[in-house]
């Protein structure tokens, strides 16, 4: 067998408006030496597409992922599939939704050799083309940012731990020695999982922003995308009940909106104007409006996005209690299969 610098694993589930910018992106990466996509039981032309790619490109290899196993995830199950038959050093994991610009590869294996990381993974320019998009995408990335902090996962002494699915570099040893995604088949959240799983093993992890190296579309409609987070933000975010309520009220002007009806309820019965509570609904209100900016002008966003803030929190707090009831109270389903059982994060049956 012929060793790869790095093999590229892309699983694909239906992902016929997004596989061919995907594939060809990773194939121009000059450090990738081989591309082997698991078509996992797609029923678009997905399959056809991949045909295609494989007879054009010669570093794509395409394989079908069998039947899912009791107990694991579609995703899990589709990048072991691939894992098995990759030969390269590093490992690196993403998905049907990206494009790797040119020298993004190059940049990862930088960063591993200056940080001595054994994962290095990038939360990725999240593209956004609807107005649901623009509303929720951006706004739950300013929530992923604050509670998973790139300084406080890059740094060994400390416990957090996080990665992104959409790339992760491993190098194979860690991998391995880990038990790969067969170690994690249950976890909904595999990206976290195997973070979690590097660190807690001794091994070291680059995580930080992705801006010029990879971007994504998420969701292409307001039902994949309302599928996608209400599976995820649960876990994401601690999974439970109290870490949700704290989290609605860190990124929404609830309380502001509720201190104002309590000011124009003493009012209509008769009250005064008490200015002591006016001002604390309006620092409850705009308090989000203000670090939300701020972070949108960091993270390069268009400063426009800012006038969905308030659809977009809106939106943000009914998916935090769909996520908190679908991973408590019923299944969460992703991609026509429907995982029941949740708990923080895994699942005990799929249908």
């Known amino acids: ?3 790869q610098l790095i093999s590229a694993i892309i699983p694909a589930r239906d992902e016929e408006a997004s596989i061919a910018r995907a594939v060809e992106s990773v194939a121009e990466q000059p ?34 992922a069998g039947e899912l196993p009791t107990g694991w ?7 072991w599939t691939g894992a098995q038959i990759a030969s390269g050093e590093w490992l690196l994991f993403t998905d049907a939704d990206t494009c790797h610009l040119t020298g993004a590869a190059a940049r990862a294996l930088e960063d591993a050799a200056r940080s001595g990381a054994d994962l290095v993974s990038y939360s990725p320019e999240q593209e956004a083309q609807t107005f ?28 957090d731990a996080a990665a992104n699915g959409q790339f992760v570099l491993v190098r194979r040893e860690a991998y391995e020695a880990l038990g790969g995604h067969a170690a994690i088949a249950g976890e909904i959240l595999e990206d976290v999982a195997l973070a ?88 409850l209100f705009v308090r989000p409006w203000v670090w939300y900016e701020a972070w949108l002008r960091r993270s390069r966003y268009p400063a426009g996005y800012i006038r969905y803030y308030l659809a977009g929190s809106g939106l943000y707090a009914a998916a935090l209690a769909a996520s908190w009831w ?8 992703w991609k026509g299969r429907k995982y029941t059982g949740v708990r923080r994060g895994q699942f005990l049956g799929t249908s």
């Open 132 to 159: 649901w998009e623009r509303a929720l995408v951006p706004l739950v990335y300013w929530r992923l940012s604050q509670r998973y902090v790139f300084e406080r996962v890059n740094d060994s002494g400390c416990s």
């Open 196 to 283: 979690r799983r590097i660190k807690q093993g001794g091994f070291r992890i680059f995580f930080g922003c992705g801006a010029g190296i990879v971007q994504a579309r998420m969701y292409r409609s307001f039902g994949a995308m309302w599928e996608g987070w209400t599976k995820n933000l649960y876990p994401l975010f601690g999974g439970s009940a109290g870490e949700m309520l704290m989290e609605m009220d860190a990124a929404t002007p609830a309380l502001g909106l509720i201190f104002a009806v309590l000011l124009v309820g003493e009012i209509a019965t008769g009250g005064h104007v008490d200015w002591l509570l006016a001002l604390v609904a309006v620092i």
């Open 1 to 3: 067998m012929v060793h």
């Open 73 to 79: 995830s579609g995703k899990n199950n589709a990048v």
């Open 31 to 64: 450090e990738i030496g081989e591309v082997i996509v698991v078509d996992d039981h797609s029923t678009d032309r997905t399959p056809h597409i991949l045909d295609e790619l494989a007879r054009r490109l010669g570093k794509v290899r395409v394989m079908r």
């Open 326 to 333: 679908k991973n408590t109270h019923g299944a969460v389903a």
